[in-house]
């Protein structure tokens, strides 16, 4: 079978890069006039996640360092709901990973499983917050906001999210998810509300990021403005967020997936494949087959999402922890993200595999995409097929002209970026 030739597209994306973090954390900061609300000598347990996010360890450690020179006394703790495989061991894993350890952040990360209950929604489910949290002072969350892989809404993953699925830990998040197939997740921001009656929350930190994955804003959200602010971060980062700019493709192929990436490992909102309980959705850019051919080493074996997948490698099978996707998809309530779809030894038998399976299309005709993964986005290798889409469309530049797909001896792609 002759598999079609290629080419190196780039687009241009909303960029909106912030130039100094330093000075962008402690401006957020100032504007909180933290003395009037907290207290020199005050515990303070800052809520630190699992995702990639952009300059996450400079953030962290900025954040702290700007709460000890006011006398504050600030620790991390995890806030990771079941990711890490629900273990200490683990999540501190997950943050090593990201460049987040004590060395760096030069305070304590105290990682435990145990979470206290601090009261109960109307629908009858506890609230659980990790116990360290919930006994410190103050608390101080710090997120990414952006919409979410598995439900659309006013409020989707920031700052709401972490509060409460997050320092829910394995516990709070499994209840949360349980919960929400008959509630909606509406019900993070009303166990959002509780913890921010019941507790001091001082501030939350979201950070937006923009097209090309750099830090475009840090904004302090104070409580009293909490799910306002979020809303309308949200939009802004709806607007900044990248896509894949195509519609009908017959085979995307995915060189990798893990939960640096996306909470299930490649972010639907730009795959347009999604299977859920609480409901399944297609949409553009309309994909026929998903080859996802790795999983990222940072993602530390957790293959959460790779059920969305029609096909993939023996390798990256041979690399998953399925303790901890399993424990990641259950605790989500969505088991079919684990399921392991085929697998073969080698890229050529896993696009061959995709081409007997998109129909009457002639593998020159296909429309192929490759890209590195959901959140890079900036380039993409695309079929010939696509050529007309890629002339008519401002956005997008050939970089590199066609030339035949790349495989070494044993038949997986070459690094064509």
């Known amino acids: 079978m002759l598999f079609p030739e290629m080419a190196l597209v780039r687009q241009k994306l909303h960029a909106e890069k912030l130039q ?84 760096f952040v030069g305070v304590p990360i105290l990682a435990a499983e145990d979470v206290v209950e601090i009261g109960t929604l109307d629908i009858g489910i506890p609230i659980v917050l990790d116990r360290r949290a919930a006994e410190a002072d103050q608390i101080v969350v710090i997120n990414r906001v952006k919409p979410h892989t598995k439900f659309h809404g006013p409020i989707e993953s920031g700052l709401t999210k972490m509060l409460t699925v997050g320092l829910g830990k394995g516990q709070g998040a499994a209840l949360y998810h349980r919960a929400a197939i008959q509630h909606t997740f509406g019900i993070l921001q009303d166990a959002a509300r509780r913890i921010l009656e019941t507790r001091s929350v001082l501030f939350g930190l979201a950070i937006l990021e923009d097209g090309y994955k750099d830090v475009s804003r840090i904004c302090a959200v104070r409580p009293g403005n909490w799910f306002e602010a979020e809303r309308t971060l949200l939009e802004q980062a709806r607007f900044m967020m990248p896509c894949i700019p195509f519609d009908l493709i017959d085979i995307l192929i995915v060189d990798e997936i893990g939960k640096d990436i996306s909470g299930i490992g490649m972010d639907s909102n730009a795959t347009g494949r999604h299977r859920d309980i609480v409901g399944d959705f297609y949409t553009a850019p309309h994909v026929k087959r998903i080859f996802v051919r790795d999983l990222s080493p940072e993602s530390d074996g957790n293959g959460n999402g790779i059920g969305l997948a029609d096909v993939t490698t023996r390798r990256l099978v041979d690399a998953l922890d399925l303790k901890k996707t399993y424990t990641n998809a259950l605790t989500a309530i969505s088991p079919e993200k684990a399921a392991i779809p085929m697998y073969f030894e080698s890229d050529h038998e896993c696009i061959q595999t995709c081409l007997n399976t998109i129909g009457m299309v002639k593998p020159e005709a296909a429309r192929i995409i490759r890209i590195k993964n959901t959140a890079t986005l900036e380039t993409l290798l695309v079929s010939r097929a696509i050529e007309g889409d890629v002339i008519s469309n401002p956005d997008l530049e050939i970089v590199r002209s066609w030339e035949p797909m790349a495989f070494d001896d044993t038949g997986n792609l070459r690094d064509r970026w």
């Not at 957020?28 to 800052?46: F, I, R, T, Y």
């Not at 600030?74 to 060395?103: C, K, R």
């Open 20 to 103: 100094n973090i330093p000075v962008a954390v402690e401006s957020a900061l100032e504007s909180l006039h933290l003395a009037s609300v907290a207290k020199p000598g005050e515990s303070v347990a800052v809520a630190v996640g699992s995702r990639g996010v952009s300059h996450i360890p400079i953030i962290v450690s900025e954040c702290v360092k700007r709460l000890k020179d006011r006398g504050l006394k600030p620790f991390i703790v995890p806030a990771m709901g079941s990711h890490g495989g629900n273990t200490p061991e683990g999540e501190l894993s997950v943050l090593a990973m990201l460049g987040i350890d004590q060395s």
